[in-house]
C-alpha cells in the first residue's frame, strides 16, 4: 500500500501515478450513522461544480441504528463521475471505500463490485481487542483478494484520531478528502462544500470538519500511489445540482403551489423536509397532516377554495388516498399528487426502487376515474413537471399524479439552472362575480372542460358533491346524465391527449428491437442502447412521460421495429417459469398498458430486485434477443 | 352587517341588498317529516342572515349520511365529500382561506366511528370554524344500523338483539383532547336554545363543537318521544359566560345548574354524568390557533416569490 519511490510532492508532477479516464464509479459503505452519505453527496456535489458529469445514489439500511458490523446495517452511497453528463448508476463499482470487512457483503450479494474493484478498506479491525473481529477482518481481506478486488489498508480511524477526538463522527469527511485527492477534485471547492454540508452546526463543528477534509487529502497524497483524473467540460450554461426529491420541492414553489399537505413517507419525505427549509419565505406552507387521508382531503380542501395544492406520498400513502383521488376526480377539483414509489406490495421495500404504482394510480379507484399521469425520466424533469403538472391541474380541472420513484429521489445530478418565470406562478384567485348562467359544470361538449367557481365569487354559489351531479352540480341519479358526465370527464383526457406530439426515438427509426420505459430507468436504458449500437445491434429506444393519456403515434412506431419489450421496474411472470403459458403470464404494467392500447404483441423485460436497473443487465438482454 | 365582511375589504360592495332568509335556502329538504335536522336547518339559515353572511363568501363542508346533506339546502358554497373526511376539507378550506366563513356538519356515524381519527385532530387544530354533530343514535341513510352513539342495547339491523357496548361520548371525549376550545350541547326540539348555541359557537373564533340532540323519528321513534317528554332529563347549563337563551326557551328547562365554562374539570364531570346537561360545557378563547400558523404565509407577491425561489437555487448552484 505505501508508496516508496515516489516522494514529489505534486501529483502534476506524477505522471505514472496519475491515471486520466472516461469515468468511474465509486462507492463508500459503513454501518449506518456514520457518514458515509454525507460524504458520497458532497463527493458528487464537489465533482459537479467542477464540470464533470455525476449520478449519484444512496445505499440506505431499512433500520435506523442496525447492529453495527453486520450486513443488515451497510449503509452509503454511489458516485458515477464522467467526462459526460451522466444519467444513471452504471454497472459494477471501480473503487471502494469500505469501514468495515462486513458491510461490503451486502454490495457483493448485489453483485455491485468486479474483479478489479479497488478496495479501500478501514484497517483498525485487524487489530481489534476482540479476536472475533479480528479473525473476521482476515478472513474477509483474504476472500476479497480470491475475488480478484485490489485491497488496500487504511488506516482511517488512527489518522482521524490524529485531529480529532472523536473519529467516529468525523470519519466520513477524512474519506471525502480521500477520495478528493485521489480523483483531484479542487480543495478549495471542497471546503465550500464542507461549509455548505455543516452550516446549521457550530464553527466548531465546521472547523474540525475542514480539518479532516485536508488531513484525508493530504494522507492520499503521500500515501496512495493511485490517481485518477476524469477531465471536465466546463460547463457552458450555469448549472445546479440535487437530488430528485429536492428538485420536486423548488418545482412546488416554483410552480405557484402554496400549500403542500402531506404525512411522513418513505422515500417522498425528504421533498417536504427541504420544503419546509423555505416555502415560508416563497409564500406558503407545509401541512404535516394527521394521517394520508387527511394530509390529501385538507390539500382537496384547499384547492377547492383557491389555488391548486400538492400533497406527496409512496405506495402505502397512495392506497389511502385512493377515495379521496376518486372524488377529486368526480368533482373536478385540480390538485398535483406526487408519488415517489418504493418497492411494494403493501409495506414492500421502503428504501428501494420499483415502479409498481402505475396500474394502480390509473385504475385504483372504484368507478371510471379518469385522470392525468405523468412520469419524469431524470432529475431535472422532476422540477419542469411539477410545474407543469399544476398547469394541468388547473386548465383541466383534474388531478394529476406524478410518478417519481426512491431512483430519481435519492440520485443526484447536475442539470442547467432552471430560469423561474412569472407566469409560472399561479395569478391570484378569481373572487369577480360567476358568469357562467349558474353552472359549475358547464362543460363544453367538444372537450369536457369548464370552468371552476371558486368560493368567494359572488353568483357561483354550488355544493361540490361526490355523487353523480348534473351540470349544474344538482345530485342526480338519472342515467343519461351520469353516462354523459362520465363521457365529459373522459373527454378532457382525449382533449389534453390533441397538446402531445409523439415521442422522439433515441437510436434508428427502425430495426429489430425496440425498447420501452418509463421514469428513472431512461439513463441505463438509453446507456444500454448506445453501448448495443456500438456493438452493430439494430435497438433503439423510446421513453414515455405520460401515461396517462399515452403520447399519440406509439403504433406507428412500434411497427416499425421487428420486436418490442418494455424494461419496468415491476413485477412480471418469466415466460420460463412453471405454470407459466403466453395466455395466462403476467406482463409488467407499461406492458400491459401498450398491449391493450396498440394490440402489438408486447414483451417486458423487468424485475422487483429493489436496485436501479444496470445498463449492463439491459445490453445482456439485447445482446440474448438479438442473439448477438 | 348587509354583506359586508371587514375580513375582506377589497370585496366592499355598497350597492348590496340586505340578505333575507331565502336567500341562504336552496331546494327542498329530503329528510323525512319530523327530523330534526329540519329545525337545525332554519336556525342557521336564521344564524346566516341575523349575520348578513355573504353567501359566497360562506362553505359548508360535510360528510356522509342524513345530517351531511345539510350543503345541498343551502344557497351558498358547499363540499359535500367522503364519509368521516369532512374536518380535513374543512380545514384545508380555512387554511387557504382564512376569509371564508366554514362550517361543518357531521352526523354520530360521520364523526366518532370513520372520522374519529380526523375529528380529534381538528380539535387540536382548533381552526376557526363552526362545527355542527348531528347526533341520532343510529345509522339512518343506511337503514337503521348501530351508531358509536346508539345506548347500550340498542335494537338495530346489525344487532337484532340489542347492541353490547357503551356508547361513544362525544362531550367527554372533546373535553378530552388538547386544545379543545368550544364545547357545547343542545337538542333540535330546544329551538331557542339550539339557536344561541350555534350563535355563540359562530362568534367563538375557534373550533366551535357543537353536539347537537337530533331525533330520528323513523328509525329511533321511541327515543325521540323519550326525549321530548321527559322534561326532567334534561338540564340546562347556566352562566353570564355561557349559552343564554331567549326568556320563553328558559321556561321549557325544569332544571337550571349554573357552571362555569372556564371549569374544564366540572365541565368533564358534567359530560360524564347519567344526565343531559345542554349549555357551554367548556370555552378557552385563547388556545392556540392553526390558521394563524399558516395565513400569514399565503399571497406573495410575485417579486417576493422570485427572490425566495432564486436564493434556494443559489444554494444548489455548481
Known amino acids: 500500500m505505501k508508496n516508496t519511490t515516489e516522494q514529489v510532492e505534486s501529483p502534476v508532477q506524477l505522471p505514472n501515478k496519475k491515471k486520466t479516464l472516461r ?52 449503509s452509503g452511497i454511489r458516485i458515477r463521475l464522467g467526462s459526460e453528463t451522466v444519467t444513471n448508476a452504471g454497472d459494477e463499482a471501480d473503487l471502494v471505500v469500505a469501514f468495515n470487512e462486513v458491510v461490503p457483503y451486502a454490495r457483493i450479494e448485489q453483485k455491485a463490485y468486479r474483479e478489479g474493484t479497488l478496495f479501500l478498506i478501514e484497517s483498525k479491525w485487524g487489530e481489534d481487542n476482540n479476536k472475533a473481529v479480528r479473525s473476521s477482518y482476515a478472513e474477509a481481506l483474504e476472500d476479497f483478494r480470491n475475488r480478484g478486488y485490489r485491497v488496500y489498508e487504511i488506516p482511517m480511524e488512527k489518522e482521524c484520531l490524529r485531529w480529532a477526538p472523536n473519529a467516529k463522527k468525523g470519519k466520513n469527511m477524512w474519506v471525502l478528502g480521500l477520495l478528493c485527492n485521489i480523483y483531484q477534485r479542487d480543495l478549495g471547492l471542497a471546503e465550500g462544500q464542507v461549509r455548505q454540508t455543516f452550516r446549521k452546526k457550530s464553527q466548531e463543528v465546521i472547523d474540525s470538519n475542514l480539518t479532516l477534509l485536508k488531513a484525508g487529502y493530504g494522507w492520499a497524497e503521500e500515501n496512495l500511489d493511485f490517481q485518477f483524473d476524469i477531465p471536465a467540460r466546463k460547463a457552458e450554461q450555469e448549472l445546479v445540482v440535487m437530488n430528485g426529491n429536492e428538485a420536486l420541492s423548488l418545482g412546488i414553489v416554483a410552480s405557484g403551489i402554496e400549500v403542500c399537505s402531506m404525512y411522513p413517507i418513505t422515500p417522498a419525505t425528504s421533498t417536504t423536509h427541504h420544503l419546509a427549509e423555505y416555502i415560508e419565505k416563497a409564500g406558503g406552507i407545509v401541512h404535516q397532516a394527521e394521517d394520508e387521508i387527511a394530509a390529501i382531503g385538507f390539500a382537496i380542501g384547499s384547492s377547492y377554495a383557491g389555488k391548486t395544492s400538492v400533497t406527496v406520498t409512496s405506495g402505502p400513502g397512495l392506497a389511502l388516498k385512493t377515495e379521496f383521488i376518486g372524488l377529486a376526480v368526480m368533482a373536478e377539483v385540480p390538485l398535483v399528487i406526487i408519488d415517489v414509489q418504493r418497492g411494494g406490495p403493501s409495506t414492500g421495500l421502503p ?71 412569472p407566469e409560472w406562478l399561479a395569478a391570484p384567485i378569481d373572487q369577480s362575480p360567476w358568469k357562467e348562467n349558474g353552472k359549475p359544470y358547464g362543460w ?28 349544474e352540480g344538482k345530485v342526480t341519479y338519472d342515467p343519461d346524465i351520469n353516462q354523459r358526465a ?32 418509463w421514469g428513472s430507468t431512461r439513463g441505463a436504458i438509453e446507456e444500454a442502447v448506445d ?38 421496474l415491476n413485477y412480471s411472470d418469466n415466460p420460463n417459469d412453471p ?16 398491449r391493450a392500447s396498440t394490440l402489438v404483441d408486447i414483451d417486458c423485460f423487468s424485475n422487483v430486485q429493489g436496485q436501479p436497473i444496470r445498463p449492463a443487465s439491459i445490453l445482456q438482454m439485447i445482446r440474448k434477443e438479438l442473439n448477438l | 352587517m348587509f354583506g359586508l365582511n371587514t375580513e375582506c375589504i377589497l370585496d366592499l360592495d355598497t350597492t348590496r341588498q340586505y340578505f333575507t332568509l331565502d336567500d341562504y335556502k336552496k331546494g327542498t329538504a329530503r329528510w323525512c317529516p319530523g327530523c330534526g335536522d329540519h329545525s337545525v336547518l332554519s336556525a342557521v339559515q336564521k344564524l346566516c342572515r341575523e349575520e348578513q353572511l355573504p353567501p359566497e363568501k ?34 384545508g378550506v380555512k387554511f387557504r382561506r382564512p376569509d371564508l366563513h366554514v362550517f361543518v356538519v ?12 380526523a375529528w380529534l385532530h381538528a380539535i387540536r387544530y382548533n381552526m376557526n370554524m363552526t362545527v355542527l354533530l348531528f347526533d341520532n343514535n343510529i345509522y339512518g341513510m343506511t337503514k337503521k344500523q348501530t351508531s358509536p352513539t346508539s345506548r347500550m342495547g340498542t335494537i338495530s339491523n346489525t344487532h337484532p338483539h340489542g347492541s353490547v357496548l357503551p356508547p361513544v361520548n362525544p362531550i367527554q371525549t372533546t373535553l378530552g383532547v388538547a386544545n379543545a376550545s368550544f364545547v357545547a350541547q343542545t337538542a333540535d326540539w330546544v329551538r331557542g336554545h339550539l339557536y344561541a348555541t350555534i350563535k355563540a359557537g359562530y362568534e367563538h373564533k375557534g373550533f366551535s363543537f357543537i353536539r347537537i340532540l337530533v331525533r330520528c323519528t323513523h328509525f329511533m321513534n321511541e327515543l325521540a318521544n323519550e326525549m321530548i317528554s321527559n322534561k326532567e332529563h334534561l338540564i340546562m347549563l347556566s352562566h353570564e359566560q355561557g349559552i343564554n337563551p331567549d326568556e320563553a326557551t328558559l321556561k321549557m328547562f325544569a332544571r337550571q345548574e349554573a357552571h362555569d365554562p372556564t371549569d374544564i374539570h366540572r365541565a368533564r364531570q358534567l359530560a360524564e354524568s347519567e344526565e343531559v346537561h345542554l349549555g357551554l360545557f367548556y370555552q378557552d378563547k385563547n388556545a392556540p390557533k392553526y390558521d394563524q400558523y399558516g395565513a400569514h404565509n399565503l399571497g406573495f407577491g410575485v417579486d417576493q416569490r422570485m427572490a425566495a425561489i432564486n436564493a434556494e437555487l443559489d444554494r444548489f448552484a455548481v
Open chain 1, 23 to 74: 469515468g468511474h464509479i465509486v462507492e463508500i459503505v459503513s454501518d449506518s450513522g456514520e457518514g458515509a452519505q454525507k460524504a458520497g453527496q458532497s463527493f458528487g456535489a464537489i465533482s459537479a461544480k467542477m464540470g464533470n458529469g455525476v449520478w449519484t445514489v444512496e445505499i440506505i439500511p431499512a433500520d435506523i441504528q442496525p447492529p453495527a458490523r453486520t450486513k443488515e446495517s451497510a
Open chain 1, 351 to 421: 428504501t428501494k426502487v420499483e415502479q409498481s404504482d402505475l396500474l394502480a394510480v390509473l385504475y385504483g379507484q372504484p368507478g371510471d376515474t379518469p385522470k392525468i399521469v405523468l412520469a419524469p425520466s431524470t432529475i431535472e424533469e422532476c422540477f419542469q413537471f411539477v410545474i407543469l403538472a399544476r398547469k394541468i391541474a388547473e386548465a383541466f380541472r383534474v388531478p394529476v399524479i406524478l410518478l417519481s420513484d426512491a431512483n430519481l429521489g435519492t440520485g443526484v445530478q447536475p442539470f442547467p439552472r432552471p430560469s423561474i418565470q
Open chain 1, 444 to 471: 363544453d361538449p367538444q372537450t369536457g372542460l369548464s370552468r371552476r367557481p371558486v368560493p368567494g365569487q359572488p353568483g357561483g354559489e354550488y355544493t361540490l358533491t361526490g355523487l353523480a351531479h348534473s351540470e
Open chain 1, 486 to 517: 362520465s363521457a365529459m370527464r373522459s373527454r378532457k383526457l382525449a382533449a389534453f391527449g390533441r397538446t402531445l406530439k409523439p415521442p422522439v426515438v433515441h437510436g434508428d427509426e427502425e430495426g429489430d428491437l425496440l425498447l420501452v420505459g
Open chain 1, 531 to 568: 453501448r448495443a449500437r456500438e456493438l452493430g445491434a439494430k435497438v433503439s429506444s423510446l421513453h414515455l412521460r405520460f401515461l396517462s393519456p399515452m403520447e399519440p403515434g406509439l403504433k406507428d412506431i412500434f411497427r416499425r421495429f421487428g420486436k418490442v419489450m418494455t424494461v419496468e
Open chain 1, 579 to 594: 405454470l407459466i403459458t403466453p395466455e395466462n403470464r403476467r406482463y409488467a404494467q407499461l406492458a400491459w398498458m401498450l
Open chain 2, 58 to 91: 360562506t362553505v359548508f363542508v360535510s360528510g356522509i349520511g342524513c345530517s351531511s346533506r345539510f350543503p345541498h339546502y343551502m344557497d351558498t358554497y358547499g363540499f359535500h365529500g367522503l364519509h368521516g373526511r369532512a374536518f380535513p376539507v374543512a380545514c
Open chain 2, 106 to 117: 357531521t352526523g354520530d356515524g360521520d364523526c366518532c366511528s370513520i372520522g374519529a381519527g
